[in-house]
């Protein structure tokens, strides 16, 4: 099966969405990960106190929420919509979350590439409708998503080498037409792509291809090259699909030198047990609003691009043998 | 001699075990459910028996021996009851085992917690 | 420019490779995993359980006199127990992660299936959660077991009377 990066326009441009503010939550192993300092909220334990890890999840993203609001004084009467999404089965973390929330809301699915998908879908609205103060968040659990889409917690499985350790956090972020220091400026809008790869434990090669693809689109609708952007960054193609991904853009003629992989910042892939590095939800948004984004805040980057990845299987799809389709939504954030 | 002997037989199946795993796309639910029927299949000629004579517990532990089992019970039956017997001495042999096994596993379930 | 793109007006028409290509690349770039040290460590751990269980069945042969064929049962039930307790305490897998093979295709495996699946749903409650859930993972080895049983135990018995 093959695609194209086709002669479509799938990037969306905009004049005034700006960030406001963000806010983040990690687990331990996180917190305890080189970009550690980064984050203001983190618990020691998976649990947060809760007796479910599904509550922890939740409760974890509350607290992201709020200290996101309480940056900029802002309470949940401030914002005209919300949007997010998780890895759970029917977006439980998030609609548990937004019934607290009571503002308009829009719950998405875009498996680990959800922190794009979030924030296009706010720009989107911030920029075109009348709906000006629009909160974007994503979580994601260990805990949860290995009950889920892998084994019990307890089961004494040894775990593939490719696979990927499932970040425990949330990311939220605020924004509006409020003028402010760093903007979101483009949104390219990715395609599902499939090139028949079926080793759910090797989620990096599966979502390789659909980064490839997007950043591709991004570049050709802009007509931009690598090297305008400070950095490039996917979501969690892992350390394994990362070197595919420069292969595929070296046979192309282009040097990626200026890309990294959220996964693999997020932690210290030698030294904590996170196989190939990290994956879920919170991997790209906690990398880009706890990290880039001061980064961008400080000027110490001026314009980054953002392609969370998502693999878009489910646990019944990969027990019929299907093969894992994927999605990658690129986000360029940038100082004004 | 009979604990070297246990030690290198059980060892010696999760060594093979290990490398299927290892090499191919099969979990260990495909290779259980592999060895547990090659533990039956081995009982159709007798030969489990003379395994567990010479390896002792190190034949008994893997879950080859609960195909064993269940074919050993079945077979005991056949002589009172003939092709009935199958079916009734099924799990004559396993039925310690797997009481216990979700007898405990309950118990433990509702003690503790999950942890990460 | 390589075979995979051509430029067409201003635009890099992508034309993404196909299946085999891309698993071509893909396999080229595979880190190299040593399988050899999983292969020592499940016939160590495979065969520490086989020890132990044999000196348990010293031990309630003398405890319990009992002959070597009667002490197996006991043997048996005290290494699920163990299991189990391991399983519970959140032990077990972090041996399994270094044993693999050594810890599930000895009974430990079987009852380590259950408890985990049982404590996992616990938040489903005792009856939707623990009771439904025990067998999810070790249900598959009773089917099989069973099934094998009972075509074999039909073939041996028909064939060899």
């Not at chain 1, 490839?212 to 802009?222: E, P």
């Not at chain 1, 030198?257 to 939800?281: K, T, W």
């Not at chain 2, 490398?19 to 000629?45: E, Q, S």
């Amino acid at each position: 099966m093959s695609s194209s990066a086709s002669q479509k326009n799938a990037t969306l441009t905009f004049q005034n969405v700006y960030i406001e503010s963000t806010g983040t939550f990690v687990g331990p192993i996180e917190k305890e990960g080189p970009l550690g300092d980064y984050f203001e909220n983190y618990s020691d334990d998976l649990y947060y106190g809760e007796k479910t890890f599904e509550k922890a999840e939740r409760e974890m993203s509350k607290i992201a929420i709020d200290s996101c609001l309480q940056k900029v004084n802002r309470t949940y009467d401030d914002l005209d919509l919300v949007v997010a999404g998780d890895l759970l089965n029917q977006l439980t973390a998030s609609n548990f979350v937004a019934k607290d929330l009571n503002t308009p809301f829009i719950g998405v699915y875009g498996a680990c590439s959800t922190a794009c998908l979030s924030m296009l879908n706010a720009a989107t609205y911030v920029e075109h409708t009348s709906f000006k103060r629009v909160l974007a968040y994503t979580s994601s659990h260990n805990a949860t998503a290995e009950r889920q889409y892998r084994y019990p917690l307890e089961y004494g499985i040894q775990k593939k080498d490719m696979t990927t350790y499932t970040a425990t956090g949330c990311g939220s972020i605020l924004l509006s037409n409020q003028v402010s220091n760093v903007r979101i400026a483009h949104a390219t809008i990715g395609k599902v792509i499939d090139l028949n790869q079926k080793d759910a434990n090797d989620m990096g090669r599966a979502m390789v291809p659909c980064a490839y693809d997007t950043l591709h689109q991004h570049l050709n609708d802009l007509q931009r090259t690598v090297n305008d952007y400070d950095l490039i960054v996917t979501g969690d193609l892992s350390t394994y699909g990362k070197e595919i991904l420069k292969e595929l853009f070296k046979a192309d003629g282009i040097n990626l030198d200026n890309y990294d992989d959220c996964g693999c910042m997020l932690f210290d892939i030698a030294n904590q047990e996170v196989f190939q590095g990290g994956s879920g939800c919170a991997c790209s948004a906690l990398v880009s609003y706890g990290y880039l984004y001061p980064l961008l805040q400080q000027k110490k980057l001026h314009r980054v691009l953002i392609l969370a990845t998502g693999a878009l299987l489910s646990p019944t799809s990969t027990q019929q043998k299907e093969s894992i389709p994927c999605i990658s939504h690129a986000i360029s954030m940038e100082v004004v | 001699m009979e604990y070297l002997l246990a030690f290198v037989f059980c060892g010696f199946v999760c060594l093979v075990a290990q490398i299927i795993y290892d090499r191919t796309k099969l979990t260990p639910g495909h290779i259980t459910c592999g060895l547990v029927v090659f533990g039956a299949f081995l009982d159709i000629f007798d030969l489990y028996d003379k395994l567990i004579s010479i390896f002792h517990a190190g034949a008994l532990l893997p879950i080859t021996s609960f195909g064993h089992s269940l074919m050993h019970g079945a077979l005991e039956k056949t002589s009172e009851y003939g092709l009935l017997g199958v079916a009734m001495g099924m799990f004559d042999l396993t039925a310690a085992g797997i009481t216990s096994a979700i007898l405990f596993a309950f118990i433990v379930a509702l003690i503790c917690k999950p942890k990460s | 420019m390589n075979k995979f793109t051509r430029l067409v007006k201003n635009r890099i028409e992508v034309k993404l490779m196909n299946e085999n290509q891309y698993n071509k690349l893909a396999e080229d770039l595979k880190p190299k995993v040593s399988y050899f040290k999983n292969a020592v460590l499940a016939f160590l751990f495979g065969g520490c359980i086989g020890l132990f269980g044999q000196i348990l069945v010293r031990i309630y042969m003398n405890v319990l006199h009992l002959t070597e064929k009667e002490a197996g049962t006991p043997m048996i039930v005290t290494m699920i127990l163990i299991a189990c307790v391991l399983t519970g305490l959140g032990i077990f897998d972090k041996i399994a992660k270094y044993a693999g093979a050594g810890t599930f295709v000895p009974i430990t495996g079987f009852a380590n299936a259950l408890t985990s699946a049982a404590l996992e749903s616990k938040s489903e409650g005792i009856v939707l959660g623990v009771a439904s859930n025990m067998f999810k993972l070790g249900g598959a080895v009773i089917t099989f077991g069973v099934v094998a049983a009972y075509v074999m135990g039909v073939i041996r018995y028909v064939f060899f009377g």
